[in-house]
């Protein structure tokens, strides 16, 4: 019987070490809840790092049992391969080329011969674990040489890839010195999914520039197959943030930051710590917004939640104390007694405290200088369960294809992102109802789970069609 097997650089569960045991603490991540249904059924599996490293092979085989009663098989790294692989090539070369930040990319050798060495090890352990028939669905930038090392093994798989961040402009996937390696490693999969037509446009070109193989209507011939492309907009687990809105749990906490805040409206600001979110922007812009329009001072606070992220990397420790000395210059020169402009925190919170604050915020201000999605924003419109509140958008967000309703902004445009924060908090209740129930429409329609049939089914269809057009 055929199976499905999920592969992705991190597991759905993380492996944590006490001081003399072990735990096991699943993800609440949105890829982690929208395969859920596929890997836990049947004989299927979720093939990825367990977030540790191992002493012994004893402590190996215990993770191993242990993940197996919940259909998950560890791939273990060292700490040389996350170094390398991880903060190395993907994190610090991947990662900025992709979003547009090439002047942070480095270009080492070591680093990209440990991309080439940690993709092998993954590729054998789905080896381990796969039959001729399965289908594979392989997730993420970490993974890019994955589909065609797969290919070579299993030449009849069936081999599907999504890739959770942008793919940007061949200009700049030509810069890399290993371009032609990524594009032909992705070209294993018969099936390549994007969140946007944007980025799925740059990846056809990408391919025909460097490559110079043909590419037509979302269809790549390579000498010995063809290759899908199309756009699967990922969408989020919509009732449990509506549900999350209302829940007890929510409402006390609601309660209490209320009482602390007393009549201070919200504007909310949520990200991971990366420059790629627009952060440093975002404090500027506020700091503006209080220059110009003195009526908001003690009238209005920032909540900034900044989840830690990759602090081994140099980028993001110098990135973490420029939003410090911001936070603290703005706050020194504007602070009241009784107000605080900016409330920072830089930690990540349980579900049910950040469900409180997408309840409170009046406005959410989500202005990335580039990112592939961007889920948070699809949060905030999903917990509005009283259709108040309104949307910021970084027109240079994946979401902001989907929710034009929101209030989209240029995020380099200082003066445009303060104009538009004054906008939206007078904006009149009509107004902010029609633009969140449209959006609410179109998140609850698209969903998680919407976002895996359609990518599964159509990895079905493009196997079934590329079979029946097979020379005999
Ligand atoms: C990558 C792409 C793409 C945040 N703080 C807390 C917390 N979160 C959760 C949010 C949201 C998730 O983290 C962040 O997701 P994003 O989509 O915004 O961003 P990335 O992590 O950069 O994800 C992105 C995504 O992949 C999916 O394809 O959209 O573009 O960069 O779900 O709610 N969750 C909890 N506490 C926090 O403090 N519990």
Not at 292 to 315: F, T
């Amino acid at each position: 019987m055929s199976r499905t097997i999920i592969v992705s650089n991190r597991l759905p569960t993380k492996v944590i070490r006490t001081e003399d045991d072990l735990t096991f603490q699943p993800s609440e991540g949105g890829l982690a809840t929208g395969l859920g249904s596929v890997y836990r059924t049947g004989g299927n599996l979720w093939i990825g790092w367990p977030g540790l490293f191992v002493g012994d092979a004893v402590e190996e085989a215990y993770i191993d049992t242990a993940l197996a009663a919940d259909h998950m098989a560890p791939v273990f790294l060292t700490e040389g391969e996350i170094r390398d692989f991880y903060e190395g090539f993907s994190n610090s070369t991947l990662w900025p080329t992709f979003h547009y930040f090439s002047e942070f990319a480095t270009y080492e050798q070591a680093h990209w011969d440990a991309y080439v060495a940690v993709n092998e090890k993954f590729c054998a352990a789905v080896l381990e674990h796969a039959g001729p028939d399965d289908t594979i669905w392989v997730h993420d930038y970490q993974l890019l040489l994955l589909p065609e090392l797969l290919r070579r093994a299993r030449p009849e798989a069936t081999i599907g890839f999504f890739l959770h961040i942008p793919f940007p402009s061949q200009e700049l996937i030509r810069v890399l010195p290993w371009r032609a390696e990524l594009l032909r490693g992705m070209l294993g999969a018969d099936l390549i999914g994007f969140h946007t037509y944007g980025y799925m446009r740059h990846f056809l070109s990408a391919v025909t520039h460097v490559l110079g193989l043909p590419a037509q209507n979302g269809q790549i011939e390579t000498p010995t197959r063809s290759v899908r492309v199309d756009a699967f907009p990922m969408g989020i687990d919509y009732e449990r943030f509506a549900q999350a809105a209302t829940a007890e749990a929510t409402l006390a906490h609601v309660a209490e930051y209320r009482e602390a805040l007393r009549d201070t409206r919200v504007i909310l600001s949520i990200d991971r710590l990366d420059y790629t979110k627009g952060i440093a922007q975002r404090l500027r812009a506020f700091n503006l917004l209080l220059e110009r329009y003195p009526e908001w001072r003690g009238q209005v606070s920032l909540i900034m939640l900044v989840v830690p992220s990759r602090d081994q990397v140099a980028q993001y420790a110098a990135l973490k104390e420029e939003i410090d000395e911001l936070v603290g210059r703005i706050n020194a020169q504007y602070r009241t007694m009784s107000w605080n402009p900016i409330l920072y925190f830089y930690r990540s919170l349980p579900l049910e405290e950040l469900a409180a604050l997408y309840h409170l915020a009046e406005v959410a201000l989500v202005t990335p200088m580039r990112d592939g999605m961007n889920l948070v924003a699809k949060e905030y419109v999903a917990s509005r369960t009283d259709q108040r509140g309104v949307l910021i958008l970084s027109e240079r967000a994946g979401a902001a294809r989907e929710l034009s309703d929101a209030l989209l902004v240029n995020p380099t445009d200082l003066h445009q992102l303060t104009e538009t924060m004054h906008d939206a908090l007078v904006m009149p209740e009509a107004e902010q109802l029609a633009r969140i129930s449209a959006m609410q429409e179109l998140v609850r329609r698209y969903n998680v789970f919407a976002w895996t049939r359609l990518f599964m089914n159509q990895l079905t269809y493009t196997k079934m069609k590329q079979q029946t057009l097979a020379p005999e």
